[in-house]
Structures are given as C-alpha cells and as structure tokens.
C-alpha cells in the first residue's frame, strides 16, 4: 500500500509548463518569468498569450439574455457575488476556453451593479481587459495608473502550480469533462477561507484593529483563542510569498497616488506585528505574509468592497485554469487517488 499524504502533501500529481513555484527560495516562475518581472509590466493580454497562445478576443465580452437574468434573479435574492459568478457561469456560451476569460468582468461588473440597484454598462471593445472590469463595475473609464494597479494584480495571481482550485480544474478536466465544468468546480475550491477566500477577513481584521496601537492585543486575542490570521501562512511557501512584494509595491505605487494613505500605513504596521507574533506563537514554524494580505490592500485602495475580492481574484486566476484545463487535456491522465479505509468492517446487514 502507497503511503497516505494528508492534503496530499508534496505530492507531485501534475507535470505543467504554465508556472513553478519554489517554497523554500520564495520564487515564481510565471511561464518562465519571474512574477516580480512580469507582472508589473505585462498587459493581461499579453500573459495571457503567454500561458495560452491564443489572443483574448474583446469580442467575446457581452454575456447571454439568460445570463443577465440568472444575475438579476440572484440578486434580487441578495446572492453573494462569489455565488452568483458560480451561478451564472454554466450558462455562458462557450466555443473557447478563453470565452469565458473575457466573460468574468461582464458577469461580476453586471451582477454588482444589479445588486446595487443600477442599471448594468454596455461592454466596451475599446478597453483593456483589466480597464474593462473597472468599467463594468464603476461605469466609468478608469485611469492608466488605476488599470495598472489591477492588471499587476491579475498577472501576479493568473497561476500558482497546483493549488487547490487548480487541482479541482485538472482533476475536471482529467474525466473529459467540459472547460465550463472544470472551471465551474474551480471556483468552488477558490471560495474557501484557506484559499481565495481570506482577503476580505484579512482586511477586516486591519480595520478591527482601527489603529496601530491597538494590533498586538486584538492579534494576540486572536492567537490565544485559535484563529488563523488570515493574510499569513502558505502551504508551499516557507519564507515571503513574492506575490506578496509584487503587491505591496503596487499598492505603494497606487495609495501614493491618493488612495486612502492611514490604511496603508495601518496595514503595514499591522502586518509587522502579526509577524512578530505569529513567531513567538508557533516558533517552529516559519508563518510569513502571503499574497492575500496585499491583495485586500490594493483592492480596497482601486476602491473595490471586500465581497469582491474573491470574484476578482477569479479574474486572474480563471487565466490559469484554463490553461491548466488545456494542459491536461492534452497530456493527462484520469486522476484517481486511493483513500485509506478506517471504518468498521464485517457488520451483519439486518433488515
Ligand atoms: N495564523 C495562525 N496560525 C497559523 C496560520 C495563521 N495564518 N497558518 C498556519 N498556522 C498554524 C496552524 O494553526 C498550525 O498549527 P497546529 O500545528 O498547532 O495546528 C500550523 O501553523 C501549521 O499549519 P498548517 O495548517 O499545517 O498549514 P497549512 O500548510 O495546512 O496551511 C494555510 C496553509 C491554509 C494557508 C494556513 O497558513 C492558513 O490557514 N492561513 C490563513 C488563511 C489564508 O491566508 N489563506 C490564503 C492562502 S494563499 C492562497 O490560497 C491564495
């Protein structure tokens, strides 16, 4: 009998060209690139064509009638956005698997105006990608400085090796089944706190703490009743996610453009002491910031609210997905673990 990983722990499940991450020395590698490289300078468009040969089509934007009403209905029920982007994605049409890259900013843009009682904006060709989410949700054309910001965000966490939601999408994609499918799958993964789920608590925990005199108590009661803080930890990495830098020099660049300056500064203070505290709590094991934490700051400094968060990091991830779903299409295997039977075992069936 093969030995049981829990979380199938180092395990190697999947050969990928798309990104490779090295825990130890704190690296990614995006299609070769270094993230730090690539990220704040590439367009979406371009990462894109990195991981997929293929151009995203600005054509491919507008969603389905059936869509647009699916949203209507979900918000009219007060859906999460996260929920209502798992909702409406099975009933995109979908010839490509890039169709329903271009199709997330119109689907999550629509919803959360829907939601907040206004009227959904036309798609626009004209725009970037990146600029074209902003537009979708805010109806207005966004400054380069504004894009920028977001298009870092989007090719800093478009792929990250075989994290949770990337796994469901191989393991989908390893059955035959459709892109839809395997991303639909994908986005449940992401929804959990211990994957895309903890920026919003991450920054809620910031604006608990309202001022940096307060952190080491509200942290430290944290700690003592058991929680995680969220923003800290990674199960690869063992020293700084790089994702982490590429952020915060993103949102240095966007709140010295304006943005709300005292969180900024609140939130690198905060992070100094859960650092610090994080250490004394769990000596032995080495908790850092990761990507999630700089995530809720440079969302909440492009004036996003925090339920979006996790839809946007769909944005950029739904990038990978896809290539990943192509990747095992193409060189996979059905992927088919053995579990470890525990359970009792010669009980007599009494009708
Ligand atoms: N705060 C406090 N304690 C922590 C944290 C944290 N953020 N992270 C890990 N620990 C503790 C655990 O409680 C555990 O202690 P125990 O051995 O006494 O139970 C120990 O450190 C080891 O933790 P593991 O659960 O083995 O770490 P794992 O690799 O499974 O988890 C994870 C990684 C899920 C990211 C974890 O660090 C965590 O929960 N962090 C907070 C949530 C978060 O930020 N998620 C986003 C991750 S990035 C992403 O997915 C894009």
């Not at 367009?43 to 151009?55: P, S």
């Not at 969180?263 to 610090?276: I, W």
Request: hydrophobic share 45%; aromatic share 6%.
């Amino acid at each position: 009998m093969n030995q049981k990983k829990d979380g199938l722990d180092g395990v190697i499940a999947a050969s990928t060209r798309l990104s490779r991450v090295d825990g130890e020395a704190g690296t990614l590698l995006l299609t070769g690139y270094a993230v730090e490289d690539l990220a704040p300078h590439a367009t979406f468009e371009e990462v894109a064509y990195l991981f997929l040969h293929r151009h995203l089509s600005a054509a491919r934007r507008a969603i389905p009638q059936a869509t647009v009403e699916l949203l209507r209905a979900a918000a009219a029920r007060r859906a999460p956005p996260m929920d209502a982007l798992l909702m409406a994605t099975p009933t995109l049409r979908v010839e490509q698997p890039e169709d329903v890259i271009a199709a997330f900013p119109t689907i999550i843009g629509t919803y959360w105006r829907l939601l907040n009682n206004q009227t959904p904006v036309p798609v626009r060709e004209d725009l970037s990608h990146a600029a074209h989410y902003l537009h979708q949700l805010s109806g207005e054309a966004p400054t380069p400085a504004r894009t920028r910001a977001l298009e870092t965000y989007l090719n800093t966490v478009c792929d990250h090796g075989l994290n949770a939601s990337t796994f469901t999408a191989r393991v989908i994609a390893s059955t035959h089944a459709d892109v839809v499918a395997a991303i639909t799958g994908a986005l449940g993964a992401l929804k959990g706190p211990l994957h895309g789920g903890a920026p919003g608590p991450a920054l809620d925990m910031v604006f608990e703490i309202g001022t940096a005199d307060r952190a080491e108590a509200v942290i430290r009661a944290k700690l003592d009743a058991g929680e995680r803080l969220m923003g800290f930890g990674h199960r690869i990495y063992r020293v700084r996610d790089p994702r982490a830098d590429v952020l915060a020099q993103a949102a240095e660049r966007l709140y010295a453009n304006g943005a709300d300056r005292a969180v900024y500064e609140l939130a690198r203070s905060v992070e100094r002491t859960a650092l610090r505290l994080l250490h004394e709590h769990k000596p032995e094991r080495r908790l850092d910031t990761n990507v999630e934490f700089y995530t809720a700051l440079l969302l909440h400094g492009l004036g996003l609210s925090t339920e979006l968060f996790t839809p946007t990091f769909a944005v950029g991830r739904v990038l990978g997905w896809c290539a990943h779903y192509l990747e095992q299409r193409r060189d996979g295997r059905l992927i088919r673990p053995q579990s470890e039977y525990i359970g009792p075992v010669g009980l007599q069936y009494v009708a």
